[in-house]
Nanobody
Framework: QVQLVESGGGLVQAGESLRLSCAAS????????MGWFRQAPGKEREFVAA????????SYGDSVKGRFAISRDNAKNTVYLQMNSLKPEDTAVYYC???????????????WGQGTHVTVSS
């Protein structure tokens, strides 16, 4: 089992930045690929970013490319999502997830956090 706890969400204005953190506990963190997803009201869960166990392979969803950056610190069992130039359409609940194999689909992930709310006002 892997337990994931997100933090760092909040209310910001358009153009501002936020950094989300996801702290992991349980099975060795460094063996898992990590991902961030988001879900806005009435919409399906959307892929945001993923990073492999070493940090050597990273991918982003099209809507966040060039604005968001994912990183991980295996010594701290933590993955981060730096969100810059935020837009109102980035408003959603952001979820951290862990995967033994990695991927960009929710079904690729084995463990999920409870989510953190991000609201971007115009």
């Amino acid at each position: 089992q892997v337990q994931l706890v997100e933090s760092g969400g909040g209310l910001v204005q358009a153009g501002e930045s936020l950094r989300l953190s996801c702290a992991a506990s349980g099975r060795p963190f460094r063996t898992y690929g990590m991902g961030w997803f988001r879900q806005a009201p009435g919409k399906e869960r959307e892929f945001v970013a993923a990073i492999d166990w070493s940090g050597g392979f990273i991918s982003y969803g099209d809507s966040v490319k060039g604005r968001f950056a994912i990183s991980r610190d295996n010594a701290k069992n933590t993955v981060y999502l730096q969100m810059n130039s935020l837009k109102p359409e980035d408003t959603a609940v952001y979820y951290c997830a862990a995967s033994r194999l990695g991927g960009t689909r929710p079904g690729d992930y084995d463990y999920w956090g409870q989510g953190t709310h991000v609201t971007v006002s115009s």
